[in-house]
T-cell receptor, first 109, second 116 residues
Framework: AQRVTQPEKLLSVFKGAPVELKCNYS??????LFWYVQYSRQRLQLLLR??SRESIKGFTADLNKGETSFHLKKPFAQEEDSAMYYC???????????FGGGTRLMVKP | GAVVSQHPSRVICKSGTSVKIECRSL??????MFWYRQFPKQSLMLMAT?????????EQGVEKDKFLINHASLTLSTLTVTSAHPEDSSFYIC????????????FGQGTRLTVV
């Protein structure tokens, strides 16, 4: 069974502070991992996928297979980063996309 | 990015009636579509996965006779909530996977179902 855990339901930081949203997973195969973001009253949007190793809106995430983690990081948080962030895992067959519980990021001015 | 359209965005129905929710991939062919349910302030709960032309795979605890999923084409999947009850009131979200070299899924805007 695959499982995604986001230990923090809420993360509150001040503007300009570093941010790390934690994500741990459990999966027996080689996972495809993603971060999705949901801004207020908008649909879920893909933020990052681990295979791309890209930086989007200043966010990066590194897959650590040893620690089974895929934490999302940003060195300097902005107020517009305030949103719900979901870590998600797709199985190898591509027929199951499982989400973590989500972390609400609040960036205070 | 790829666009997924969900319709209706909001629906109110009476107990005992059935409601159909459509999920369309507008600019790509979706090999797989997912249906989720989201309760207030909670994460997305996967209900079922559907592949075009085959029966949907339901997650444990999801009644397949209650939540009928049809994936008739590569661009359309439907979720029908049959004999709706007030406890079926929720936010239902679909997503569609491009497939191939693009494993990620794109999401519809969701449907708020209220059963009265």
């Amino acid at each position: 069974a695959q499982r995604v855990t986001q230990p923090e339901k809420l993360l509150s930081v001040f503007k300009g502070a570093p941010v790390e949203l934690k994500c741990n997973y459990s999966y027996s195969g080689s996972p495809e991992l993603f971060w999705y973001v949901q801004y207020s009253r908008q649909r879920l949007q893909l933020l990052l996928r681990h295979i791309s190793r890209e930086s989007i809106k200043g966010f990066t995430a590194d897959l650590n297979k040893g620690e089974t983690s895929f934490h999302l990081k940003k060195p300097f948080a902005q107020e517009e980063d305030s949103a719900m962030y979901y870590c998600a895992l797709m199985n190898n067959a591509g027929n199951m996309l499982t989400f973590g519980g989500g972390t609400r990021l609040m960036v205070k001015p | 990015g790829a666009v997924v359209s969900q319709h209706p965005s909001r629906v109110i129905c009476k107990s005992g009636t059935s409601v159909k929710i459509e999920c369309r991939s507008l600019d790509f062919q979706a090999t797989t579509m997912f249906w989720y349910r989201q309760f207030p302030k909670q994460s997305l709960m996967l209900m079922a996965t559907s592949n075009e032309g085959s029966k949907a795979t339901y997650e444990q605890g999801v009644e397949k006779d209650k939540f009928l999923i049809n994936h008739a084409s590569l661009t359309l999947s439907t979720l029908t909530v049959t004999s709706a009850h007030p406890e079926d009131s929720s936010f239902y979200i679909c997503s569609a996977r491009v497939g191939g070299r693009r494993p990620e899924a794109f999401f519809g805007q969701g449907t708020r179902l209220t059963v009265v």
